[in-house]
């Protein structure tokens, strides 16, 4: 069965750092178009970085210069990441990933990412 489940949220302030983990279980042995994904109060759901299977990388424009996304393996699963730096009030919401484009009715627990100005 096809889960996400991500981890690594937290409270930082401005200018500060932090790094999400997604696992993935996915289908056996299969590279996937990935994304993170975020959704801040009162707004609907927007893409904020995508990875294709041949890593080749996408940011949305607002966090382009701060924020990597990368593959690799996190407590023994597949995994993705998102670097996130320089960190800005407006980055504040629970972040997911998923597919690209997204499996929806997968959608994980998501993590809560929030930064105090």
């Known amino acids: 069965q096809v889960q996400f489940v991500e981890s690594g949220g937290g409270l930082v302030q401005a200018g500060g750092s932090l790094r999400l983990a997604c696992k993935t279980y996915?289908?056996?042995?299969?590279?996937?178009?990935m994304a993170w994904y975020r959704q801040a109060p009162g707004n609907e759901r927007e893409l904020v970085a995508e990875i294709d299977i041949e890593d080749l990388r996408n940011y949305t424009d607002s966090v382009k210069g701060r924020f990597t996304i990368s593959r690799g393996w996190h407590e023994n699963a597949h995994a993705i990441f998102l670097q996130m730096n320089n960190l800005k009030h407006e980055d504040t919401a629970v972040y997911y990933c998923n597919e690209d484009p997204p499996l929806q009715d997968h959608w994980g627990p998501g993590t809560q990412v929030t930064v105090s100005s």
């Open positions: 996915q289908r056996a042995f299969r590279v996937e178009p």
